[in-house]
């Protein structure tokens, strides 16, 4: 997603261009890509360029619960700011800022947005996605996809917890009891 942004780099400070983004961007360089779509607005700084702008997609990923690959929709609130590395007028090379994380515009007056959309999307996707809200995930008995339907296994299992659980009652009120004997 490159943006040739000599002409607003002339511009006085707060000139605004507004882009509309349509592209294949390689979001988890696994697969052929994801399309982003979205609006974004480029205003002049005094430092640079500030991009600014909500675009979607959406990634192929593994629900954490049941296993199977799902399509999850992502909001990307993108904000950064570009750095111009050669003055406009002069040609002359420019110092960068002194910031950990900094995006350039390079010597052909070019602004990629693509690795900011990239980070941007790589910390919405969540640490534990689920294909849906009530996933029912698997069965830790047989593995069957509960999604799709319950297994033979549920009601046992379910039972020898329940008795795991009475046994564990009653060895409580013994112990109670005994206390209580003792006093
Ligand atoms: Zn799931
Ligand atoms: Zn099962």
Redesign the pocket.
Known sequence: MQINVSQQLKAPMGSIRDYEVSEIIDIAGDDGGNMVQGKVRLMRTNRGILTKGTLHTEVEITCCRCLSLFSCPLALNVEEEYFPTKDMFSGASLPLPDEPVCFTIDEHHILDLTEAIRQNALLTIPMKPLCREDCAGL?P????NLNHGP????PR?ADSRWSRLNKLASASDVLVNKVKGTK
């Open positions: 069965c008995n047989c593995g069957h297994c033979g296994c549920l299992e």
